[in-house]
């Protein structure tokens, strides 16, 4: 049974009866108490049925979207009003050649919409107006002075040619070229090269002072008029910057009519959430993992010691991060995962238990894929009642947790829309396909599970969902995504194995795959424990009452600190899936006899490190130039000690210490030359004391 964090019920509507709604069968798959009403024009005619289930006081979902202003704007008048959620299922199910077989479909997608998804949290930026326009010509200082009845403009040309200048100055007007850029809306920051103001006499073409470089300059807003290379990786990304092609005036006059509107305080979805403790990107200095870095186009994520910083300004929220991280330290929070795998699993498990067959998912983001699906639906034969649509915010986000987990889901196919905004974006997305592929192929399962549909005509769109090749069958599992990344996928993998068609123990994976085993040259390992302090996930341990070294499989993520840490340089890394029961547990790599000392006899370290010690420094270096400093290498840190401050040439040696003396000294002398003076005296026959000088 899919997961209702809360009680809802539903508004239907057949939209004038332009598509078939049986409410008998999606109570029933729902698991509704009694069958909902089928309204036929719930925005016009029954609006009174929507105003009736609003004064219930529950929360409800409503079937439509098209009209989803006029029923908020009917839920705002009512104080107290509950919470409604719109659910599309006229565009994405029944508006199609299929649409009365679409009743497993609408079951399904009502069941998702049912769910209570996590709010996301946010970052504010706030703007001023300060806005630089950035051109060389006329047009831009066009842009500047319509501008500057709302923002704060300055214009800075570019190499300009012969510019005549504007009868009245009512926008300052500076030249230069932007040597560096950085920042966001509210906080960008530019030096300029070649900067001067301009010159008050000019005349027939814009004259300017001497110039300068390295002038440094604060704004809140961009606009580039250049047509040159963008100042920023992924412009469309950045907030506060615009960057449209000055030969097309409409896509000019959008970025104009955005930008008067960039005054005061935004708020921006903290895409990303990031958990230091398990990232894998550095251990000592030494880089391992840097699969977030190589696939961010922004360059929103920077090294931060032995981690990575994610400046939350800067993201796009494009997840390619989310979808290439191995261990879930980076993940998207919009929704969360955990959001993201409910709505999987009830969307797919609903559609099973109202009768569905054979699904494809659909997987699309809100903008494009949305409207693909409404010219499919509205001029089109519309989607198969067999392909289901599954919304994310954006396409790269998804990765391979998420394909294993909707195959394991029962999910025969699935096919991914690519928006034109995202085609060169996709390197971290083929990388995830190409392990699930691997994975299909290898379980008897067959390839093309996993396609990207990267067509913006939907007609092409619409063959290609509905001449999909037929698959073989899955056996759908139903069980509660819990846990980390990590162990969401295994959960997924352990279900696709149990059911594969030809269950191997071992699938081979290509580079970079987040799974495999590490191969130890262990004639050249000395067990010096290095890879073990630095694993960020345990798969390598050591064991405090021998010299050992073990392996668990299970936890290994491929990130490479271990290889590139060893300083015998003997691990080599093995991408692969293992399905085998010992990979959940430590196995033994190499063990050896402690080394015990030659004075008191005491276990330290292991034989072959003491010994390639000896054999590296031994009578070769200048602390070691005879036999006994060698031996002192095959001491316990205690005997070292020892027999360091034996050693007649003791470096940390002094002088020897004088005899403590104390006042019965100083009194027994003071006798004995009071003795010898009397003495003295005695021999000479009286003589004085000057004779004893």
Partial sequence: MHRMERKKTFALCDCEHSMALDAEAVAKALGLEGVPA??????????????????????FVTVCTQEAPLFQEMASQRPAAPEVTYANIRERAGWSDEGGKATAKIAALLAEAALDIPPVPTVTMKSAGVCLVYGHDEAAIEAARQLAGRLDVTLLLTRPAEVPPPRVMDVPIFTGTIAAARGHLGAFEIVVNGYAPLRVSSRSALGFEAPRDDAVSTCDLILDLTGGAPLFPAPEKRDGYFHPDPGNPAAVQRALFDLSDLVGEFEKPRYVAYDASICAHSRSRVTGCTRCLDVCPASAITPDGDGVKFDPFLCGGCGGCNSVCPTGAASYAMPAASALFDRLRTLLTTYFKAGGEKPVLFVHDTRHGEDMIALIARHGRGLPARVIPFAVNEITQVGFDFFASALAYGAEQLLLLVPPSRRGELDGLAQQAGIAEALTNGLGFGGGRVGVVTDVDPDAVERQLWDLPPQRSIVPGT?????????????????????????????????????????????????????????????FRDNPEKPQLRFQEDACIQCGLCRNTCPEKVITLKPRLNFREDAKRAAVVKEEEPFECIRCGKAFGTRSSIERIVEKLGQRHSMFPNAEAVDRIKMCEDCRVIVQFEAKDNPFAGAARPNPRTTDDYLREREEIEDARRRHRESKGGAGDDELK
């Fill in 479 to 539: 069980y509660i995504p819990m846990g980390s990344k990590r162990t969401v996928t295994r959960l997924a993998l352990s279900h696709l194995h149990k059911v594969a068609p030809a269950p191997v123990d071992e699938i081979a994976l290509p580079q970079g795959a987040p799974f495999g085993a590490v191969e130890v040259d262990v004639a050249g390992c000395t067990l010096c424990l290095a890879c073990v302090s630095a694993c960020p996930t345990g798969a």
């Fill in 38 to 59: 089928v309204n036929t024009q719930l925005c016009r005619a029954q609006i009174e049925n929507f105003q009736a289930m609003l004064g219930k006081g529950g929360p």
